[in-house]
């Protein structure tokens, strides 16, 4: 190991620092790397990757750490690492560049550019010689040809400007369920009727997608949609996808049939899975369901929050640089930690001598029936079974926990600490636990306290007692998602206060007077070679389509027909995507299901708040907004104080007759 550290032992990033002992003279993007490549006439490498990532950590190992391929890159270019969990909006522009050139992309991605940040050539892992080809090929062509090089940067920025433009679209009249109709059948080709999710591998969560699957489902009384979302739900938890022992789940599966995870846990996925398995409870009534997103709860909060009450960002896939490592069991280990009821949970948890995948005689934990099924065929009751899994879950937990663990990416985000905020403070509603509620609010009054900038932003993020990178719009718009959502948790009117003011600098800051979408970056934010718009949803959600519903919602609960219209704006503008590739436009097409059947806006008053809340909670109502107090301003419920318990149901500005009772309530919310 190289014992010289270069400038990345000043990051904060886990990602950077693992580079920090490279022979590679490498940088964090910022000022002094960039004047240095505009001083010396210096191609830039632009080396993207993430703390969780497993080929990130290859390419490291075959070329970063060698010195031969050190000493070309130091030679010929100014290097420049980037998390892009940190800063997505530099990934996103080179990510772009990097699709465009080849078709597609990934990570590591490795992106070369002029002085002024251009992309020129670029690709995702290389082997440690095409590596060495590529950067001498690229070199020469600079030294040699720069108007070629120059050349290539004017098409490929030009291209990266034009990409993903949206231009504004005239009002909808109407939303239609045929507008719905024409969304969901070509989406539900893909569909794994067998295994659930869709039919190909890998296989990822994509728990927006399932989201729209429940509430299309329950709105449009779908069948087909129904059947699959829960499918998808129950295989994924059963799956080795999920971590039966510990709770949360991967980031994907290699297979088809959620067996073998990729095995790194993401903070996202699992504050999004928390909120989902939430949402599926309170529409189906499941065991499982519950039980998966309050396992997943327990594993947040022993594993992956900090002493400010903040969430880590990720664990890695390896330990003892082997994938997996930490999580497979031989037969032979696991027989000795269950002791009695080896033979018994062998087979539920499908434990075989040879192994159950691609690693010799090492097994990962999945299940292939449920509970009462097994109880069953075994002669048990179904709390015996539960009893001896439970205990057996606890022991395995006790010896994996003296296991070399994997990495932890111990920075914290607030996009991805807002999903999780989010999915606690929606399991404290719907499972009664207020727990959850408190562990979501301590992390956000932290985020209001501390990552605050000075005009009355946000910062992305926080390690060391330290925030250092201004907010994008992924941090905004999940953030005021999550207030919003802790609002109808406790009718705390400061969350919504709070939430408003986020969003006027959002307008303020991030409008596009050319289009109804917001930019990625703000005004005053750091220069790159575009601003962007994140349209399409992916694994998270985009800024856009979040930020959007966050307008309609607030604009609800304020009466402001300002950032209604602007919602409405977004949505018509992006509607003709939305059929042509439903799975990458979920969020959008929630919108589109909101616009069809309405917002319920439940407006609770009286003493009785909280047991008519919870009342309410018990029921499956996908499209609505709660609010409740015996005092307020808010225009819906300004001037209905009374002692007595009422509940309003408005909708399109209009409201019915109060009632006194939920099941009355239920009555007036139609479909």
């Known amino acids: 190991m190289n014992t010289e550290s270069n400038s990345l032992i000043n990051a904060s990033s886990p990602y950077l620092l ?11 993007w910022g000022p002094e790397a960039l004047q240095k490549a505009k001083d010396e006439n210096k191609l830039i490498l632009v080396s993207i990757g993430y703390s969780a990532c497993h080929w990130c950590h290859v390419m490291e190992r075959e070329s970063f750490e060698n010195h031969e391929v050190a000493e070309v890159m130091n030679q010929h270019f100014v290097c420049i690492k980037v998390d892009r969990e940190e800063r997505p909006d530099i990934d996103q522009i080179y990510m772009l560049a990097i699709q465009l050139m080849t078709g597609s992309g990934g990570w590591p991605l490795n992106c070369i550019c002029l002085p002024d940040q251009r992309p020129i050539y670029g690709g995702t892992y290389f082997k440690k010689t095409d590596w060495i080809n590529v950067l001498l090929s690229v070199a020469d062509m600079w030294k ?16 990266i400007h034009q990409a993903e433009k949206i231009i504004p679209n005239i009002k909808v009249d109407e939303y239609t369920k045929a507008h719905l109709t024409e969304i969901i059948e ?21 728990p927006n997608n399932w989201q729209f699957m429940l509430r299309y489902s329950h709105l449009m009384e779908d069948d087909g949609t129904h059947v699959s979302a829960l499918l998808t739900l129950e295989k994924m938890a059963m799956g080795g996808i999920y971590d039966h022992v510990g709770g949360g789940f991967a980031r994907y599966s290699v297979d088809g ?80 930690v269950v002791g009695d009821d080896a033979a018994l949970l062998a087979d539920y948890f499908n434990v075989v001598e040879e192994g159950n995948w691609e690693e010799e005689q090492t097994n990962i934990l999945l299940r292939k029936f449920d509970e009462q099924e097994y109880a069953d065929v075994k002669g048990l009751t179904v709390m015996s079974l539960q ?34 905020i989010k999915g606690l403070a929606e399991s404290a509603g719907i499972f009664d636990h207020t727990h959850y509620y408190d562990v979501a609010k301590r992390a956000a009054a932290f985020i209001l306290d501390n990552l605050k900038t000075s005009d009355g932003g946000l910062y992305r993020n926080f390690k060391n007692n330290k925030a250092t990178i201004p907010g994008f719009l992924d941090d905004y718009a999940f953030f005021i998602e999550a207030l919003i959502t802790l609002y109808q948790y406790d009718f705390d009117e400061k969350w919504l206060e709070e939430a408003r003011n986020l969003t006027d600098y959002v307008l303020r800051n991030f409008e596009d007077e050319a289009s109804p979408m917001l930019f990625y970056t703000a005004a005053n934010g750091e220069a790159l070679i575009a601003r ?27 009466d402001n027909d300002r950032y209604i219209l602007k919602a409405e704006g977004m949505l018509a503008a992006v509607l003709p995507q939305i059929k042509t590739y439903g799975s990458a436009y979920s969020n959008w097409a929630i919108q589109v299901l909101e616009s069809v059947f309405g917002i319920n806006e ?18 499956y109502i996908p499209n609505k907004v709660t609010l409740g107090g015996t005092k307020s301003e ?26 006194s009772t939920v099941d009355e309530a239920l009555n007036l919310i139609t479909k």
């Not at 962007?532 to 304020?558: C, R, Y």
């Not at 009422?646 to 009632?659: E, G, S, T």
Request: proline share 4%.
């Open 186 to 206: 070509p989406w539900k080709r893909y569909f794994d009727m067998g295994e659930g999710g869709y039919n190909r591998a890998p296989k990822f969560p994509l």
């Open 387 to 420: 009893q001896k899994i439970k205990a057996a879950k606890q022991k395995l937990l006790n010896e994996r926990s003296k296991r070399v663990r994997p990495g932890l990416d111990d920075k914290c985000l607030t996009a991805w600490n807002a999903m999780a």
């Open 532 to 558: 962007k718009h994140e349209i399409m949803d992916n694994v998270i959600p985009a800024s856009n389509s979040t930020m959007a519903q966050n307008l309609h919602k607030l604009g609800l609960l304020f």
């Open 602 to 619: 439940i407006a609770l008053t009286g003493n009785d708040l909280e047991k008519v809340k919870w009342s309410l909670n018990k029921h």
């Open 257 to 336: 049939n959620w067996h073998v995870p990729h095995f790194e846990k993401m903070l996202y996925d699992n504050g999004q899975l928390i909120s989902l398995y939430a949402e599926a409870y309170q529409y189906s009534k499941s065991e499982l369901f519950k039980d998966i997103a309050e396992e997943t709860i327990v594993w947040l909060e022993r594993e992956m929050t900090s002493a400010e009450g903040l969430f880590y960002s990720a664990l890695d896939a390896d330990s003892e640089g082997v994938e997996g490592k930490f999580y497979v069991w031989d037969k032979s280990e696991f027989d000795a």
């Open 144 to 159: 040699n040809e720069p108007g070629k090089a120059i050349q290539y940067a004017d098409r490929l920025t030009e291209g």
């Open 634 to 659: 808010l225009p819906l419920l300004k001037d209905k104080q009374s002692i007595e318990t009422k509940i309003y149901i408005c909708r399109n500005k209009v409201c019915q007759l109060p009632v």
């Open 18 to 28: 693992q580079h920090a002992y490279n022979p590679v003279n490498w940088y964090e």
